[in-house]
């Protein structure tokens, strides 16, 4: 199909244009951003006709003597033609409309505009509407088929819809198109087309190629594109005769191909290489006028169609002759002979031998994909034709069809493949910095500060602020080399940029914090090696290049290790002693990029932790941030909007913790990141309404959002407890790296997330009790530390649910022997340890406030007497380790325990153990000398000395070896919790009663009694009374302590007191006291039972149950 490109006209003003013909062919129709619509007689018009129709013109179409316009002033309107007089406003938008177009009959107007509407439009009664609504987006085309009966539709939205004119519903639509915010962003213009005639193929832009699907199943039928052009097509319009579809690209190129043979018959390239918007075929097929962003017109002529009048025998019996005398000059005589250039080469004959001959040579000329190797002969050639492709519409119509077979044989029989498409690898970008095309981006946004470039008319420089003025003023620096990468830290500031056929790519350090004069340096890339990504951490930084290397350089610019990537750098990040890199790891399909990544450790021992595993995100996504929290724990976002952190207590794996979407008021609508933190939780990332990246004027704000795992159920107060529990552990695992890293932290903000996690686990075991989930109890007390399921414990036993009291008391004889065997392990990172359960990991650093918290829903509300115990450990800590080493082992089954040496006065009385096993149910002849039973909750005493991993933490070091047995099925301790509610007892019961009457009401100074007989209640403790005495000089001293802290303060002080007056206060602590005692009828009844809390008001407590049930005793009825 050889044709003629015409020079180019100038017509309108730069912008977007739009070309037409009129019904016969004579004019041709343009309009532009200027407003005006002109009306050519031909190229050559010097004077055409010009109306005005108002400040923008976005499209035209003319049908029967009407001419229809979209204007800037968000309406259509309709002037006649030729005479351009105004008929009226056709309809309205609320914003522009971007495109218009007539039915084949030309009744109505089909409209699309940014408002995200498409208007179906009758031209003699405007009244006549009809809307299509169900796009996202602003509209991009709209396109009548010729049946009238179907109207398909591109939209911004990424989508192009097929539309029933009749019902208003939608028939088909395809997610083909790259989504954008407006037209003026959109990649492409995707102006679609129908076959005409038929109307059996809609004929859709998408990238490169041209898709075509089938109107009757609507599937993708085929595709159409050339090997030699890899830009974006803009438009496509088909030729009157509907065997050929022409296509205009982004950058230029002119296409035409013959869709039954799927062959590319024809190329021209704009003369400048601008961007093709408006395309029209000449009604006689034989133009097509197209125009381009610039404001210009073309013309290339002579493209042949099927309205051509030559003969149809004559081109098959000079076909027959040639091939028959191999003279393939009788092919080209008479009327073809104006189709010729007389300055043709011989060197184009292979061409014409694949088109006419039929023999074996042809596959030579063929590739895998059936189309022409040699079509580049003629391509970019203004004055090339190839007279062997003229007139091709007409060959299948005559006998000499089976002459063009050769060539279209290939295609059929070869197979096509039809599986995952390859993805296009997203280039290397630096996370942080706006696109590089711009003359005013952000090179660098991060945690210490801000990196702007300036590449303009007036200046080409880098400006870098910090938000901490303390750490440097701000600097504005000359960028004479251009670079275009930039990276800043606390220390320095790192710049590169590419290199030039003249100059190599350097890198360039401006170390503004280094203590000699000269702070800046710069090195200079091997030629041919380009830098691609780049970063710093704490004392060094790191280069990746185009030759897959990685080279690491110190602050000062001394050049240490440099290793290889096994794919293409994407990007990397650095903070601390971590290095973080992103490369392609292989190909991706249907949208999905194949991305690996490193991290390495780059302090004294070097190591690397991740080592190329691949990295997830969203479906048919790409990565655009990666980088660390301000505490060192790498994460990445992906396009989608979907922020994942890294987890190192479960392998290295990624948990998605936010998504950036579902805060975007509109989908066109994105949040640019700029820092993520773990304490408190926060991500800092700036609101972009329209786009992906802020302006870098005016300077945009920071917004914060919160972070939310994606549980199932989060509407649920289950679900809610559960997505706040993990969240609160996730955020808290890099206290464990930092500590392991050398790194000082925060331990108050560490103990904080601690009892946060403790009491979600509190609060969802009160719940699963409610809903009598009492297997889901135990699973949430294994994640419990030792104190915690104490208390559960409590709650389990005053919900009278035994079996599970036992279970839990089961489980934490389970978590001591636990404790014990990590004992013995050598200490190893806590983030590398997987723990069973999330409680084993700071059992030993819990904290006392855990024993002053409240649950809600019925929880768990603790006694005042747990403050006690607290208390009395702290201020006891200080007594000799031979007295801990002496202490009982509570664990340890049959035998006696062995005589301790007697300790300091207690003043406390013991507490009763309901569930305490006596030996054989007698009582010990000695109460020193009882024997121990399985039970955990046996141990449990209010002395001193008990084990610290499990009642309590002790400032003063390691808790005694323990060594405690696993319980045995039905043993004695659960018959004992089932017996607790009988109401008799047996006379056994009876006679261990009176024994542990008697040692409570034992004086003080008598010897110390054992561990069993503990107390149920205790008095006031000497350093209680002294508290409340001088509780209000603390106030005064410290007026925003809360309780906790007034309690710690008071611990200080009572500590600095002399021997005697604590001994005193010890003593009036006594004197105060007056311990109630139990009494038990022998038929069973039980007396009313009352105790004094700690300002000594009385309590009764229904089901004749104890009123202390944090002291772990019961009556019995």
């Known amino acids: 199909m050889p044709c003629e490109r015409k020079p180019m006209r100038y017509g309108h003003s730069e912008g977007l244009t739009d070309v037409c013909f009129d019904d016969e062919g004579k004019c041709i129709v343009t309009c532009g951003s200027d407003g005006d619509v002109r009306i050519w007689e031909s190229l050559d018009d010097d004077d055409p006709k010009s109306i005005n129709v108002g400040e923008k013109a976005f499209s035209v179409a003319l049908k029967n003597g009407k001419l229809i316009t979209a204007v800037s002033n968000n309406t259509v309107q309709i002037h006649t033609f030729p005479e351009g007089d105004p008929d009226g406003i056709l309809t309205r938008f609320t914003t522009n409309a971007n495109h218009v177009t007539f039915n084949p009959s030309g009744s109505r107007v089909a409209v699309g505009s940014s408002d995200f509407l498409v208007k179906i439009v009758e031209v003699t009664d ?95 039928v085929g595709t159409l594109s050339d090997d030699l052009n890899t830009q974006v097509v803009n438009v496509v319009v088909w030729s009157p005769c509907g065997k050929f579809l022409a296509a205009g690209t982004i950058g230029g190129n002119l296409l035409i191909w013959d869709v039954e043979a799927k062959l590319c018959v024809e190329r021209q390239k704009h003369e400048k290489g601008f961007t093709v918007c408006g395309m029209a075929w000449h009604p006689s097929g034989g133009r097509i006028a197209y125009t381009d962003t610039e404001g210009c017109l073309g013309l290339l002529d002579g493209v ?69 190797r040699n079509r580049g002969a003629f391509l970019d050639d203004d004055n090339s034709q190839d007279a062997g492709l003229a007139n091709l519409d007409k060959l299948p119509d005559d006998d000499g069809s089976s002459a063009i077979l050769p060539a279209v044989a290939p295609v059929v029989s070869r197979p096509v493949y039809e599986g995952p498409m390859p993805t296009q690898p997203q280039r290397a970008f630096q996370p942080g910095s706006t696109p590089v095309h711009l003359m005013h981006r952000f090179m660098m946004w991060n945690s210490v500060g801000i990196v702007r470039g300036y590449n303009d008319d007036q200046d080409n420089a880098i400006d870098v602020e910090f938000h901490d003025t303390a750490i440097h003023h701000a600097m504005h620096l000359t960028n004479t080399l251009g670079h275009t990468m930039a990276d800043l830290s606390q220390e320095a500031v790192l710049l590169a940029c590419e290199g030039t056929d003249e100059l190599a790519s350097k890198i360039q350090c401006l170390h503004f914090s280094c203590w000699d004069t000269h702070k800046e340096w710069m090195v200079d890339l091997p030629k041919g090696e380009d830098v691609r990504a780049l970063c710093m951490g704490q004392g060094w930084a790191a280069v990746a290049t185009s030759t897959l290397m990685v080279r690491l350089f110190s602050i000062g610019g001394v050049q240490k290790e440099m290793f290889s990537l096994p794919g293409a750098v994407v990007c990397m990040a650095g903070h601390g002693e971590q290095l973080l890199i992103v490369y392609h790891r292989g190909t991706g399909f249907d949208g999905d990029q194949s991305l690996g990544v490193q991290l390495l450790q780059l302090g004294r021992k070097r190591k690397q932790v991740i080592h190329g595993e691949p990295l997830p995100l969203s479906q048919k996504s790409y990565l655009a941030w990666m980088g660390f929290t301000a505490e060192g724990t790498p994460c990445c976002i992906d396009s989608e909007g979907v922020v994942r952190m890294l987890n190192r207590t479960l392998g290295n794996t990624w948990t998605p913790v936010c998504n950036t979407r579902e805060s975007c008021k509109s989908k066109s609508d994105h949040y640019w990141v700029v820092g993520i933190h773990e304490s408190p939780q926060q991500l800092r990332c700036i609101p972009c309404k329209g786009s992906r990246f802020p302006p870098t004027l005016p300077r ?164 005042d007497v747990e403050e006690e115990y607290t208390h009395e450990e702290e201020m006891d800590a200080e007594e000799p380790s031979e007295t801990r080493k002496s202490c009982l082992n509570p664990f340890k089954k049959g035998g006696k325990s062995p005589e301790r040496p007697s300790p300091k006065p207690v003043n406390k009385e013991a507490r009763v153990n309901p569930f305490k096993v006596s030996s054989a149910g007698k009582p010990s002849s000695s109460p020193a000398g ?56 047996s006379s056994k019961k009876q006679e261990s009663q009176s024994v542990t009457e008697t040692v409570k009401q034992a004086p003080a100074a008598t010897p110390p009694v054992s561990a069993e007989n503990t107390e149920n209640r205790k008095p006031k403790t000497g350093f209680q009374l002294w508290l409340d005495e001088n509780r209000k000089n603390i106030l005064a001293d410290n007026p925003d302590f809360e309780e906790m802290d007034i309690i710690k303060e008071g611990m200080g002080r009572f500590r600095t007191l002399t021997a005697e007056e604590r001994l005193d206060w010890s003593e009036r602590a006594k004197s105060e006291s007056d311990p109630k005692k139990r009494k038990r009828d022998d038929g069973g009844e039980e007396d009313e039972q009352t105790e004094k809390d700690e300002g000594g008001a009385k309590k009764k407590k229904p089901l004749d149950s104890s009123a202390k049930l944090s002291a772990f005793a019961f009556n019995k009825e």
Not at 141 to 150: C, H, L, N, R, Y
Not at 718 to 746: A, P
Not at 942 to 964: D, I, W, Y
């Open 700 to 863: 945009p704000a920071v917004a914060v959002l919160p972070f939310k795992l994606p549980y199932c159920q989060t509407a649920t107060e289950k679900g809610q407890m559960e997505e706040q529990y993990w969240r609160s552990l996730l955020f808290r695992n890099h206290y464990d790296f930092l500590s392991s890293s050398g790194y000082e932290i925060d331990s108050e903000g560490q103990s904080q997330a601690e009892k946060e996690q403790q009491e979600l686990l509190m609060k969802m075991f009160a719940l699963s009790c409610k809903l009598e989930r009492e297997f889901r109890c135990v699973e949430l007390a294994e994640m419990m530390t030792h104190n915690v399921v104490t208390l559960a414990i409590r709650y389990a036993s005053r919900s009278r649910r035994m079996a599970l009291a036992q279970k839990l008391n089961e489980l934490a004889l389970e978590k001591a022997n636990q404790l014990l065997e990590e004992d013995q392990e050598e200490e190893e990172p806590a983030y590398q340890r997987v723990a069973r359960s999330s409680g084993f990991n700071h059992v030993r650093r819990e904290s006392s406030q855990m024993n002053g918290r409240q649950v809600d829903n019925g929880c768990v509300e603790e006694d």
């Open 930 to 985: 009882q024997s121990r039973g399985t039970n955990v909750l046996d141990g449990m005493t209010m002395s001193n000395r008990k084990p610290v991993a499990l009642v309590g933490t002790s400032k003063q070091g390691k808790a005694p070896v323990l060594k405690p047995l696993a319980p045995k099925a039905k043993s004695k301790t659960q018959a004992t919790l089932l017996q607790m509610t009988t109401p008799k007892g």
């Open 126 to 220: 405007s009244s006549q509407q009809k809307t299509l609504r169900g796009h996202d987006a602003p509209v991009l085309s709209v396109a009548f088929d010729p049946s009238d009966e179907f109207i398909a539709s591109s939209s911004c939205d990424g989508s192009v819809t097929v539309w029933s004119v009749e019902s208003q519903a939608q028939v088909a639509q395809w997610k083909v198109l790259q989504k954008s915010s407006d037209v003026s962003n959109a990649k492409s213009l995707c102006r679609l087309a129908w076959q005409p005639r038929s109307g059996k193929l809609l004929a859709v832009p998408v990238d490169a190629t041209v898709q075509l699907y089938d109107k009757n199943t609507w599937a993708q």
């Open 304 to 372: 042949s169609s099927s309205s051509s009048t030559s003969s149809s025998t004559t081109p098959s019996t000079k076909a027959t002759a040639a091939k028959e005398t191999n003279d393939y000059d009788g092919l080209f005589d008479e009327d073809d002979d104006q189709m010729l250039d007389d300055g043709m080469s011989e060197s184009r004959s292979p061409v014409k031998k694949a088109l006419v001959e039929d023999d074996d040579d042809d596959d030579d000329l063929m590739p895998a994909t059936g189309r022409a």
